[in-house]
């Protein structure tokens, strides 16, 4: 248990290392050596824990959205969908607002030509887990008959891009996106109430 216990720590240590420099410095730019060293711990480590650096870009990036949006009980409660969509919408927000979330997509965007594999790792890692778990919510929620997501995909992709609103649009031309923040709660409120309300079943 104590050993497992230290690998565990020397694992987050691992990550927490890995995106503060791949935010500082580009993924192209950070060498293991360097988290390695951050990190405290061996190099041997540090590819003991991930087999090499696009597996730890990948971990990372899973790590943090894990961070911002698996904590607790988010995304569970069918029986109160729009609150629960509030607050995932909240959270949603809060992953694309940070730092580390703006660092790494603009480093994807930069390094898209000459290295497309980045992007395509970090779509994997963040997008499309949150698109996936966004999807098996609303099929629960099409189990108990009061709405109608199909096909749940693209149902669970309008609400995220409904969702990012003008944060994506300032992200996007790399401006600050904290005056988004004051209408936020009700952009919020208001968007998951039409996409609900969009998606009634014409039974219930």
Do not use: W
């Not at 997501?149 to 609400?159: G, H, Q, T």
């Amino acid at each position: 248990m104590v050993q497992n216990s230290r690998s565990a720590i020397k694992h987050r240590r691992i990550l927490d290392a890995a995106t503060q420099l791949f935010c500082e410095q580009g993924f192209m730019s950070t060498s293991m050596d360097e988290i390695a060293r951050l990190a405290e711990v061996s190099k041997q480590t540090v590819y003991a824990h991930f087999g090499n650096k696009n597996q730890l870009f990948v971990a990372a990036i899973e790590a943090r959205v894990a961070d911002t949006m698996y904590q607790g009980d988010l995304l569970t409660d069918a029986q109160a969908p729009q609150q629960t969509l509030e607050h995932f919408g909240h959270q949603f927000l809060s992953l694309l607002g940070s730092k580390e979330a703006i660092a790494v997509h603009r480093t994807c965007v930069a390094q898209a030509e000459t290295h497309p594999e980045l992007a395509q790792m970090f779509y994997q890692a963040g997008p499309v887990r949150i698109v996936e778990s966004v999807s098996e919510y609303l099929q629960g929620l099409n189990q108990h008959g009061e709405y109608c997501f199909s096909p749940v995909r693209d149902a669970a992709i309008r609400l995220l891009t409904a969702l990012k609103g003008e944060v994506q649009m300032r992200l996007e031309l790399n401006l600050d996106v904290s005056e988004c923040t004051k209408s936020q709660p009700e952009y919020i409120a208001a968007t998951v109430k039409a996409f609900l309300l969009g998606h009634k079943s014409p039974s219930s």
